[in-house]
């Protein structure tokens, strides 16, 4: 059989055996095994690669492949599960950065060698590059900014947008150039240059609450730049797996701004406005209800039903495990305990579910927002563990809230609420939270890891 | 590039649709690693530029495109798995 019929038949099956990985996701006890094909399908795909009459040597791809699982291997073993949002950024990174390099040396050789690029190779190598190295730098700042070595506030001047403007019509320009006429290198170089710059303009004024946004559309962009990857060289591999990936990222960012009360348009093009920080309703004149640990204790002891509502601020105490160490002992006085899972509360899609399996919650217990927003009625007690905005009833009933409209876990309506808080600080949103003045809640200050080994201590001594 | 690559983008756009709007939003976290590990499947792409011989830069350009795509096909796999693995349920589940 020719070596280039192998390599096509190896592409269709790593096709095949991609979306059958992504399949098994839809299921969690699935997952494992589906993913196990995904992964047999890129070994099939890099050895129907390796075969191919174009490769004649092999020192330096042993010499890459060597190198990347060296740098793969810790990033797969020992990354913390706190670091995942950091981490994924950082492999966005890596995505784009092959995408945009096979872009580069692709044009650069046809250009060298002198056959001419056409109109419909160049457009998929021009969008390659641009959207690729616009991924590269975009990661690389939601990394900095998640992992805390750049600053996580949004960073802002005037005429920000007027600039971003400018520059991505300067790229749409040089783009049309370098279409038209691909021996014009200048023009290719200089967007792949601007694209870098648009990458950092473009990520560097979103602040940290809305990192899921961004690593969701990262993701879809690393995709798009990947399928593009595909139609420039012409290998149907790269464009269905670029395809599912953008899909994914394209559908999780949807996703995270609907959940954050945020217009589709405005993930589109990434204009990410920073939060008003107005306060709307005055909070003056309202009294806090505070409660010790011993009554809180006494609470959750006898509570029938619980239900816990983790925010970010639980994951920041790393109080995981201790969440699940008091959810066992309530259990075993009799209680029920679910865990509502806002769609943001982490700082990347399906955080705080890996967070809570991690601490050996079991994943039956974790309940989306839709599934669980109509049992709080009957329900006893709603701990509320450094989550805010995601709980404050101003999103229903306030219009002039600027968190009005958002999605959020209807604690207030549990019979009590008790909400741990180290002090009245509003949330992201920088907005008053009315829950926490309402008649059912109490609040029990103090670091939420402290507070909870309190409760744990109490309610066992009970 | 022909229009089939077209044809078999749009559809693998919209299988991709149908799954993943059907993935629990419980596993978004590893569905977002696991499809930066397919993301790796640029490998096809670098291999050739790296291996090829074609001019230094490509080679060089390649070898990087190789190392980032390979990282991230170890690191991916690895990592989707070490997550899937701590998903456990209370109860066994039913058996079908």
């Known amino acids: 059989m020719n070596r280039e019929v192998v390599s096509q038949l190896a592409y269709l099956a790593a096709s095949i055996l991609f979306i059958f990985g992504l399949r098994g996701l839809t299921k969690p006890d699935k997952a494992r095994r589906g993913m196990m094909l995904a992964a047999i399908g890129m070994l099939i795909a890099i050895i129907g690669t390796l075969v191919k009459t174009e490769i004649i040597s092999y020192g330096w791809i042993l010499v890459g492949l060597v190198l990347g699982s060296l740098i793969g291997y810790p990033l797969g073993v020992w990354v913390p599960m706190t670091a995942m949002p950091q981490r994924i950024a950082f492999s966005h990174m890596f995505g784009a950065l092959a995408a945009t390099l096979v872009g580069v040396s692709e044009y650069y050789t046809d250009l060298t060698a002198g056959h001419g690029i056409g109109v419909a190779k160049m457009s998929a190598l021009a969008f390659e590059v641009l959207f690729g190295a616009l991924t590269v730098t975009g990661s690389f700042v ?166 816990v509502i983790p925010g970010y601020g639980l994951a920041v105490a790393q109080a995981q495990h201790q969440i699940r160490e008091l959810a066992d002992l309530i259990e075993k006085n009799g209680g029920e305990v679910r865990y509502a899972i806002h769609p943001v509360a982490g700082r990347m899609p399906g955080h705080m579910n890996v967070l809570l399996a991690e601490a050996n919650v079991p994943y039956d217990r974790l309940y989306e927002m839709e599934e669980i927003n109509s049992r709080f009625e009957e329900t006893d007690l709603a701990l509320v563990i450094g989550a805010n905005d995601v709980v404050n009833p101003a999103a229903r009933n306030d219009p002039s809230s600027p968190i009005y409209g958002m999605p959020i876990l209807n604690a207030d309506r549990a019979r009590r609420v008790i909400v741990l808080k180290r002090g009245m600080s509003p949330g992201f949103a920088g907005i008053e939270n009315e829950l926490f ?25 009970s | 590039m022909s229009f089939s690559d077209l044809y078999v983008f749009v559809l693998a756009a919209f299988v991709g649709y149908q799954i993943i709007t059907r993935v629990p939003a419980l596993l978004h976290t590893p569905l977002m690693a696991a499809t930066n590990a397919i993301s790796g499947i640029s490998l096809v792409g670098s291999l050739v530029a790296a291996g090829s011989d074609r001019n230094t830069l490509s080679t060089v350009l390649g070898v990087i495109a190789v190392t980032a795509a390979m990282a991230n096909v170890v690191g991916g796999f690895l990592i989707t798995d070490r997550m899937l693995s701590m998903f456990k349920r209370a109860t066994p589940s039913k058996p079908n």
């Open chain 1, 142 to 307: 939601a990394f900095g900014k998640l992992a805390e070595f750049l600053p996580g506030r949004p960073v802002t001047y005037r005429g920000q947008n007027a600039v971003n403007l400018v520059l991505a019509a300067i790229a749409v320009v040089l783009f049309v150039v370098v279409v038209l006429n691909p021996e014009a290198s200048i023009a290719f170089y200089a967007m792949l240059v601007l694209a870098t710059v648009i990458g950092l303009f473009l990520v560097l004024p979103i602040g940290g609450a809305d990192m899921p946004v961004v690593i969701s559309l990262m993701n879809s962009y690393a995709g798009l730049a990947a399928a593009a990857t595909g139609f420039a060289i012409g290998n149907d591999v790269l464009i269905i797996a670029g395809a599912l990936d953008g899909a994914s990222g394209f559908i999780l960012s949807i996703v995270m701004s609907k959940a954050m009360n945020r217009s589709f348009g405005n993930v589109l093009f990434g204009a990410f406005g920073s939060a008003p920080s107005v306060a709307t309703r005055s909070a003056e004149g309202l009294a806090v209800a505070s409660i010790t640990a011993e009554d809180a204790a006494l609470q959750l002891a006898y509570a029938h039903s619980v239900i």
């Open chain 1, 437 to 461: 003045y309402a008649e059912n809640t109490s609040m029990l200050f103090g670091d939420a890891k402290a507070s909870l080994q309190k409760l744990i201590a109490e309610v066992k001594a």
